[in-house]
């Protein structure tokens, strides 16, 4: 069964810095694009940052460029989102996901099929 699991969300103040995690089961996650993307409520999913297949070409949102990077362990089948220098606006719950399609823009959530349940990421002093 295919399943994605994010994990190391939490409080932190302004400044501060989060690794979050993807751990893939159920396939070999570096045959896939894998984004990441964020959410508020009363907002649209926001595509921050997503690594390709095979060569892990990246991608990332002008809003967090400098700040996140995307990498991928493929021994541990998992995409870490590395974000630093944390600001209050980048409060949300971020999402990880996979496209099996191979197909679409890697920042639109509609070019992904399975999710992951989120972690919540909190900046606030």
């Known amino acids: 069964q295919l399943q994605l699991v994010e994990s190391g969300g939490g409080l932190v103040q302004p400044g501060g810095s989060l690794r979050l995690s993807c751990a893939a089961s159920?396939?070999?996650?570096?045959?896939?694009?894998i984004g990441w993307f964020r959410q508020v409520p009363g907002k649209e999913r926001e595509g921050v940052s997503c690594?390709?297949?095979?060569?892990?070409?990246?991608y990332y949102a002008d809003s967090v460029k400098g700040r996140f990077t995307i990498s991928r362990d493929n021994a541990k089948n998992t995409v870490y989102l590395q974000i630093n220098s944390l600001k209050p606006k980048d409060t949300a719950v971020y999402y990880c996901?996979?496209?099996?399609?191979?197909?679409?823009?890697?920042?639109?959530?509609?070019?992904?099929?399975?999710w992951g349940q989120g972690t919540q990421v909190t900046v606030s002093s």
């Open positions: 996901a996979v496209t099996l399609r191979g197909q679409g823009l890697c920042w639109l959530p509609t070019t992904y099929d399975y």
């Open positions: 159920g396939f070999t996650l570096v045959n896939y694009a």
């Open positions: 690594i390709g297949n095979t060569r892990g070409s990246t």
